[in-house]
């Protein structure tokens, strides 16, 4: 391997997550990605106090940008319907951009990206085989799933509201404030829900809220790591030790 492959390996925690996770490991891959395969094992107490032990066989092909890119993960065990959270190309649906955004920074490791959003998920689908609904309350997906989340990362009921909200967090801050608040309460921005508004353009930018403004339609012709919504709120926690 050259050594910008290595050093990125080093960075990225390849060897820890191979070492935590013995039925990984790495196949070749198709282009430059790094891709890991075998079966993920874990033990995890979720909502309500729930422990769910279970493995599943996945692909985890990491593209060279990874952190600032997710991984691609594909479930190869034929469990998971393609009715169930998956995008257009069959990988799973993750997290919403925005939250993959919000919960990655440039030291994200791939054992972190595993435990984060990979194992909830799959926490999520077990706990569904098991008890026919969701742990986290029903999810929508594309673009009705992608509204729900924004509305709830600002924290409106209404998800034209939250829609707005985006539209807001991409304009300048001063010009922003002056605008009726689009939730409804009569006063505008500035003296209503500023603060998130504030906070999240800060973080993320203008541009991408204005990326995000233009809301793809459901399974539509975007990338399509873009139209994945949220699926589980913090609060599954690994265990330690293995689920066999
Ligand atoms: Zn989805
Ligand atoms: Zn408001």
């Given at each position: 391997m050259p050594p910008s492959v290595v050093e990125r390996h080093r960075r990225w925690g390849v060897e820890e997550l191979l070492a935590n996770n013995p039925d990984l490991r790495i196949v070749p891959s198709p282009d430059a990605s790094l891709k890991v395969r075998g079966e993920l094992h874990f033990h995890v107490r979720g909502p309500g106090d729930v422990i769910i032990g279970d493995a599943y066989q996945i692909d985890l092909l990491i593209p060279p940008s990874f952190p600032a890119t997710a991984p691609a993960v594909f479930e190869n065990g034929g469990r998971i319907p393609k009715t169930y959270h998956k995008l257009e190309d069959g990988?799973?649906?993750?997290?919403a951009p925005t939250e993959l955004r919000l919960r990655t920074g440039p030291d994200t490791t791939i054992g972190a990206f595993v435990e984060t959003f990979v194992v909830p998920y799959l926490f999520g689908y077990s706990y569904r085989e098991k008890h026919g609904v969701s742990p986290y309350g029903e999810l929508e997906h594309g673009r009705d799933g992608l509204r729900q989340h924004f509305a709830s990362l600002f924290g409106v009921p209404d998800r034209m509201a939250a829609q707005e909200l985006v539209r807001l967090a991409s304009l300048k801050k001063r010009p922003a404030n002056k605008v009726p608040c689009p939730c409804g309460s009569r006063r505008r921005l500035g003296r209503c829900h500023h603060t998130i508004v504030n906070e999240l353009r800060a973080k993320l930018g203008r541009a991408w809220f204005a990326s995000q403004y233009d809301l793809p339609s459901p399974i539509d012709s975007r990338p399509a790591n873009r139209i994945a919504e949220r699926h589980q709120p913090d609060g599954v926690k690994r265990r330690k030790g293995k689920s066999r």
């Open positions: 990988s799973l649906c993750l997290a």
